[in-house]
């Protein structure tokens, strides 16, 4: 009786579009006709994952985010004990202090330093003087040990 209904599914399944390879079961998408493996028997439609995201991106398409518009100040400005932006302006803390306003200079923002990137052949010269050192200090450090005995 299952077996017979197995079968009547299969052929079901078989009449809706969709067919077996090596016992698994295939369906081609009705969009993309690409074929999409390990379909349920009891399907009579599928859409492939490239088709729903293809609907996805047409009924939610990407928003430009707005671009963050720049003051002209550094960062870390509100950090500042005192700062005084280009017109003028005098923060103190991130603060504005309006009746300052005009009556300092502007800050002078100094470029941050960049660290200079090391070789290959720096680096390995540092790690062999870190190995030098530390075979040192345990050479002295079993020479004081076998001294004591």
């Known amino acids: 009786m299952k077996q017979k209904q197995q079968q009547n599914k ?59 518009v720049k003051t002209g100040r550094p960062s870390g400005w509100h950090f500042m004990n005192e700062f005084v932006d280009k017109d003028g302006n005098v923060f103190h803390k991130g603060k504005e202090q309006p009746d300052l306003k005009g009556t300092l200079p502007p800050t002078k923002i100094k470029p941050k330093k960049k660290a200079k990137r090391r070789s290959k052949e720096e680096i390995l010269l540092a790690r062999h003087e870190k190995k030098k050192k530390v075979l040192k200090k345990s050479k002295t450090k079993l020479q004081k040990k076998i001294a004591r005995r």
């Open 10 to 68: 299969e052929r079901l399944f078989e009449m809706n579009g969709g067919y077996f390879i090596d016992g698994v079961a295939y369906m081609d998408c009705k969009i993309t006709g690409e074929p999409v493996k390990n379909v349920s028997t009891e399907a009579t439609s599928v859409i492939g994952s490239r088709a729903v995201l293809a609907r996805i991106q047409q009924m939610f398409p990407e928003q430009d985010k707005p671009k963050r």
